[in-house]
């Protein structure tokens, strides 16, 4: 049976959908049964003010990570200020849980680091952050598996996601895209704390349903349309 034409876009949609929904931006996503409950190494970082302190410095409370390049022009700026107007839905930075806004481009500076904080207008708790040491930066990009591809002009190609890590720095939940759902956050923060989340236990086997469901869709549509046409040619 051939399949009929005017479900062809539709298949390609779903596709297209499908593939976004795992990637969620450009570059290759974290694999995330390998980094999802380990923790992430103990690197000293350098803020924006040139102060140095160790990530571990900041155990006891969740942390949001967020990396970026600070002169990019297309994703990251839209992912910082979706965050910033997300996160104040639930607290304060540095007071309720932490913000590390980290740039994965070696080649940044403190400099490079307060322009961004000036221009995004970051508070206080936020803290804008490089990795001191190139060799610590990779391990640590490692560690949240997070890839990206160096195009000229230091531009970059790499996935659009926040990570975050619970009060003992371990790897608790990704968010994918450059805007954030604010049920889904509060879901992830709930996570990081240490709560159980019942919609994250069961997301699976929702994704699982829906997809059985679109596909039980198209199936009788293409069922539905072959029928009609044999009719049709069998009045004619």
Known sequence: MRFPAP??????????SLVSAQTGGTGIPPNESRTLGNPVPDVVLVDSEGKEFNLYQLKGKPVILSPI??????ACPIIT?????????FGEPGKDFYVLTLTFDPKDTVEDLRKFRVEHRLGRGWKVVMVKDRSQLFKLLDAIDF??????????VHP??????DRDMVIRKYMYGVTFDRLE?????????GEIALPEKFRGYLFLVGMLGFVGTVIFTIVRITQLRYRKKITA
């Open 185 to 193: 956050f509060a879901n992830a923060l709930r996570i990081a704390r």
């Open 160 to 165: 659009n996601l926040i990570v975050f890590l």
């Open 147 to 156: 890839r990206f591809a160096t195009l000229p002009d230091r531009q970059f």
């Open 7 to 16: 479900l062809v876009p539709l298949f390609l949609l779903f596709l297209f």
């Open 81 to 89: 200020e979706s965050l910033k107007k997300t996160v104040k839905l």
């Open 69 to 74: 390049y600070t002169h990019c022009t297309s």
